[in-house]
């Protein structure tokens, strides 16, 4: 008989131990799927209509964007000329809407690689009112077809994200008649 309670019990320990094997993988498996979703995209979503503000610094040059009362932009440094609103819109949906291919460094050591260096980068900072919506830092094009480098402000990690450099590497903000 008591064999029998050895053989009982061992199996019991041996389906118990399975089972928590099972769960651990369930559990992992399903944190790391959260975790890359949330991780998805560059910048936490936010409203475009929302937007009041938008600062883009390219080779030193920063340009004032402003969302005036009427949803219009203008460019505030430059005597409140119109900016272009094409541009904008492809601005704020590509900075919405590029997700993150790979983390291309974990730390960066040679922000020139990735065109990261204040005189290759393009710095956008988005805002309502005050609060900063979006702060990223947009390096040279990337290595698979309509991607580039970036940078979330404050973070070391280096990612190769959806987008087109174009829709920030403006050269003139203004609307096409203004200029």
């Known amino acids: ?31 790391a799927a959260q975790n890359q979703q949330a991780n998805k995209y560059l910048v936490q979503s936010f409203d ?35 900016a272009n609103q094409t541009a904008i819109t492809n601005l704020l949906s590509t900075i919405t809407h590029s997700t993150i291919q790979a983390v291309s460094a974990r730390t960066m050591t040679t922000p020139e690689q990735y065109g990261l260096n204040p005189d290759q980068a393009i710095q956008v900072i988005v805002k309502q009112a005050d609060t900063v919506l979006a702060d990223i830092i947009i ?16 973070d070391v990690a280096v990612y190769l994200v959806s987008g087109q450099r174009g829709h920030f590497a403006q050269t003139d903000w203004a609307e096409p008649n203004e200029q």
Do not use: C, F
Request: charged letters at 10%; aromatic letters at 10%; proline letters at 1%.
């Open 48 to 82: 475009s209509n929302a937007v009041t503000a938008i600062t883009v610094t390219q080779h030193q040059t920063v340009t004032e964007l402003t969302k005036q009362a009427d949803g219009s932009w203008l460019i505030a440094n430059d005597s409140n000329v119109p």
């Open 1 to 31: 008989m008591r064999k029998q309670h050895y053989w009982t019990y061992s199996l019991l320990v041996i389906v118990v131990g399975l089972g928590a094997v099972v769960a651990y993988r369930y559990y992992a498996t399903q944190r």
């Open 139 to 154: 390096g040279k094009i990337g290595s698979a077809a309509q991607t580039l480098y970036a940078q979330r402000s404050g």
